[in-house]
């Protein structure tokens, strides 16, 4: 498969992915830089549950877009690690910002009659809290968290709820993620990978899982999102 950079808006010429109606965005990297937040959030829950020593956030990081719970699983650590973690992260939530350029792509989307969505590795209470902090819950018709779906990413249940509540064509649907499980997810739901390479992620990671689309500013989205027509 060959991925399809996108640069300053410029139209995707001759990929054959059909003109979009309906994103799906993952949540952190992506539309917020939760990054420091996290990092914080993740080395006071790691001193209250284990004790002393170095917190892993660097392979905690890696394992970004999976549901908490799943990571602490995969690291070994205690899954008591989440309340303080998740305590935590609603006492920083004032601290996260919006990505430059998001609010803009986000508003003229919903002009263009694009359906939204927000599906994420938070829980779903935590993400729609953040959402409305930062003022953008409205610009979406649907925010789901990990914790409301049977299998969260890198399965596709999270996508497949996400679009099914849109009533989303999986032909005229992407998937922006800035994580390999993001990419999973998207196809396993049968829809257009989009990395978003504008965050923290591990840009050669995710290049080598051959998402469909690369872009590297929010506003590239746009070239894939002309104004949504009546059939």
């Known amino acids: 498969m060959t991925s399809h950079p996108i640069s300053h808006g410029d139209p995707l010429s001759g990929s054959g992915i059909a003109p979009v109606t309906s994103v799906v965005f993952d949540l952190d990297g992506v539309l917020v830089n939760s990054f420091a937040v996290m990092r914080e959030a993740f080395t006071l829950a790691y001193a ?10 660097e392979e905690y990081n890696r394992h970004l877009g999976r549901y908490f719970p799943d990571i602490m699983r995969i690291m070994g650590l205690p899954l008591e690690m989440e309340a303080p973690f998740v305590r935590e992260s609603y006492r920083l939530a004032h601290q996260v910002e919006i990505f430059d350029g998001v609010p803009e792509l986000l ?10 969505a927000v599906a994420t590795g938070k829980s779903g209470p935590r993400a729609r809290s953040l959402l409305d902090t930062l003022g953008i819950r409205g610009q979406f018709h649907v925010v789901l968290g990990s914790d409301e779906v049977a299998r969260p990413k890198p399965a596709p249940d999270i996508v497949l709820k996400a679009m099914d509540l849109m009533d989303a064509d999986p032909d005229r ?13 998207a196809r396993g739901a049968g829809i257009t990978a989009v990395a978003a390479m504008w965050g923290e992620s591990d840009e050669k990671t995710l290049l080598a899982a051959e998402p469909d689309v690369v872009l590297h500013k929010p506003a590239e989205l746009l070239a894939l999102c002309p104004e949504v027509t009546a059939p």
Do not use: K, N
């Open 173 to 185: 649907t992407v998937m922006v993620g800035d994580a390999v499980t993001d990419l999973a997810s």
């Open 107 to 116: 508003t003229e989307l919903r002009h263009r009659g694009l359906r939204l």
């Open 48 to 57: 209250e549950v284990v004790g002393e020593g170095e917190p892993p956030f």
